[in-house]
């Protein structure tokens, strides 16, 4: 009974050690920093991943507004072409409902001066918008149209 005792004092005793604990410790510490700095890294990269991914699709959504806004004043120049007195407040290339993936087009005569038409081009792709404005002259002689000026608009 006696050594009973003995063995149930030591057990409470507040001196107990567990034998290597501060190695353990510093084991645990240094996991903990190993795995702050990879979640950190971890972050890192998914940012700037994402950061890429966003910006490539967005330049590519802003070309091709681009090109759509181009198509429209290419259609307007091929409709003057045909009809001399063409002149619209608004419409779709192509000739659907104006949504996504369609360039609405304004042609204007006589627009900065006499035998000059002004058509303006606008499209969105996605959320990105593009606006593209031509000056073509109209020679009342002969009928040739050219391009004065061609501009992509904010």
Request: contains cysteine.
């Given at each position: 009974?006696?050594?009973r005792?003995n ?18 410790q ?5 996991v903990?920093?190993?795995g702050?700095i990879?979640?950190?890294v971890g ?13 490539t ?5 802003a070309?091709?507004a ?6 429209g004043v290419?259609?307007?120049?091929l409709?003057?072409?045909r ?5 619209d ?6 000739d659907t409902?104006?949504g996504?993936?369609?360039?609405t ?7 900065p ?5 002004t058509?303006?081009?606008s ?15 109209l ?9 004065i000026?061609?501009?992509?608009l904010?």
């Amino acid at each position: 009974m006696e050594e009973r005792k003995n063995i149930d004092n030591k057990l409470l005793d507040s001196r107990f050690r567990i034998p290597n604990s501060r190695l353990g410790q510093v084991a645990m510490s240094l996991v903990f920093l190993i795995g702050g700095i990879m979640i950190i890294v971890g972050a890192t990269l998914t940012f700037i991943v994402v950061s890429f991914l966003n910006s490539t699709y967005g330049f590519r959504d802003a070309n091709q507004a681009l090109s759509l806004a181009s198509s429209g004043v290419q259609d307007a120049v091929l409709q003057l072409t045909r009809n001399k007195d063409f002149s619209d407040a608004g419409y779709c290339v192509p000739d659907t409902s104006c949504g996504t993936g369609t360039a609405t087009v304004a042609v204007t005569q006589n627009s900065p001066s006499s035998s000059q038409i002004t058509i303006i081009s606008s499209a969105s792709f996605n959320i990105r918008q593009r606006r593209v404005r031509a000056i073509v002259s109209l020679a009342t002689s002969t009928g040739e149209i050219s391009v004065i000026s061609w501009e992509i608009l904010k």
